[in-house]
């Protein structure tokens, strides 16, 4: 019995401070954008097919096409 006067006021002071923590988080942004990163993995920066590098795409696709 002399244990959950010790129990209850420690879970109360950890509940208390994960409340905190969600909170702080969320004010600090931590949750903003949470698809962009996981759609972002799935660009290539280096892909010549992609808009930004439609000159290269072009010149290698001419490269690749045998003479007829």
Do not use: C, N, R, T
Request: proline residues 6%.
């Amino acid at each position: 019995m002399s244990a959950l006067y010790i129990l209850i006021p420690v879970a109360i002071a950890l509940v208390g401070f994960a409340i905190w923590l969600f909170f702080w988080a969320v004010d600090s942004g931590q949750y903003d954008d949470l698809d962009g990163p996981a759609h972002s993995i799935l660009f290539d920066d280096e892909d010549p097919l992609h808009k930004a590098g439609i000159e290269q795409a072009e010149e290698q696709s001419k490269q690749d096409k045998p003479d007829a």
